[in-house]
């Protein structure tokens, strides 16, 4: 009886330890949570959509913007070009993202083309919460972050991002916060270089078109400065023949793009 009960002990031992390695192998690294999500919300190779921009300071309105985005993707590259297309003072300005660092400004007042420096685009894009570096988000492209899971509820995923170039880096950490129902990151939480709270990015009423999923409504809060912009955004329209034309700074410089 002895043999047989330290027998089926043993069994039970290497069960337990099999099983533990499995669940080990299984678990989720913060890496695998940033691709489920680029693979839910960003897995489209072109998408054509317009978006309502307003900033507020406090609880005033300050600004009330519409642009066009456009977007491609090509292997690793992700390309995008952002129109303004009311009012009338922004008419035109438009953002040529080329990928891989290349990045330009289009201001029709001056009628030139400049190429946007590493250093400004640190800085607001046109006066939003938003920094130039910070419009990946919007995408959830997150390639320029290593990414580790810090945390994990019942509900949630907690991964914590640092830039992979630490002297150019905006932030000391941004932290996501992702839905496990759905994949989708509700929250992401910006902290500056001094380590203290900076930003607030939420994101809100998440839908379906067609084969993809999209949220209606994103808002950018910066705690420090009590300034908050809120897009809200259009049906979008993906996988859409986007010519490369499209992406250069002839195109930069129409009013209007045909597409």
């Given at each position: 009886?002895?043999r047989a009960?330290?027998?089926?002990m043993t069994i039970l031992?290497v069960?337990?330890?099999?099983?533990?390695?499995?669940?080990?192998a299984m678990?989720m690294t913060?890496?695998?949570?940033v691709?489920?999500v680029?693979?839910?919300?960003g897995d489209f190779?072109?998408q054509?959509v317009?978006?309502?921009i307003?900033?507020?300071?406090?609880?005033?309105l300050?600004t009330?913007r519409?642009?066009?985005?456009?977007t491609?993707?090509?292997?690793?590259?992700?390309t995008?070009?952002?129109?303004f297309?009311?009012p009338k003072?922004?008419e035109?300005?438009?953002?040529?993202d080329?990928?891989?660092?290349?990045?330009?400004?289009?201001?029709?007042?001056?009628?030139?083309?400049?190429r946007?420096?590493?250093?400004?685009k640190?800085?607001?894009?046109?006066?939003?919460?938003?920094t130039?570096?910070?419009l990946?988000f919007?995408?959830?492209d997150?390639?320029?972050y290593?990414?580790e899971l810090?945390?994990e509820?019942?509900?949630?995923y907690?991964?914590?991002l640092?830039d992979?170039?630490?002297?150019?880096?905006?932030y000391?950490k941004v932290?996501?916060?992702v839905?496990?129902?759905d994949w989708?990151p509700?929250k992401v939480?910006f902290?500056?270089?001094?380590?203290?709270l900076q930003?607030e990015?939420t994101?809100f009423?998440?839908?379906?078109?067609?084969k993809?999923k999209?949220?209606?409504k994103?808002?950018?809060v910066?705690?420090?400065a009590?300034?908050?912009?809120?897009i809200l955004?259009?049906e979008?329209?993906?996988?859409?023949?986007l010519?490369?034309d499209?992406?250069?700074?002839r195109?930069?410089q129409?009013?209007?793009?045909?597409?």
């Open positions: 009886m002895r009960w330290g027998s089926r031992l069960v337990i330890m099999v099983l533990s390695m499995s669940l080990s678990a913060g890496q695998d949570v691709d489920r680029k693979d839910e919300y190779q072109s054509v317009t978006m309502h307003k900033t507020y300071d406090g609880k005033s300050v009330d519409e642009v066009i985005l456009l491609r993707k090509s292997g690793d590259v992700e995008s070009l952002v129109k297309l009311a003072d922004v035109g300005v438009g953002l040529l080329q990928g891989e660092d290349v990045m330009y400004m289009y201001l029709p007042e001056f009628n030139k083309v400049r946007i420096a590493g250093s400004a640190h800085g607001s894009f046109m006066g939003t919460d938003f130039y570096n910070d990946s919007v995408n959830y997150t390639s320029d290593g990414a810090v945390g509820t019942a509900d949630a907690e991964v914590e640092r992979k170039d630490e002297k150019d880096a905006s000391e932290l996501m916060t839905r496990k129902s989708f509700v939480v902290y500056n270089t001094e380590g203290k930003k990015l994101a009423d998440v839908t379906t078109y067609g993809y999209y949220p209606k994103l808002e950018m910066d705690v420090l009590n300034h908050r912009t809120e955004i259009g979008p329209e993906f996988d859409r023949e010519d490369d499209i992406f250069t700074t195109t930069l129409r009013r209007r793009i045909r597409y």
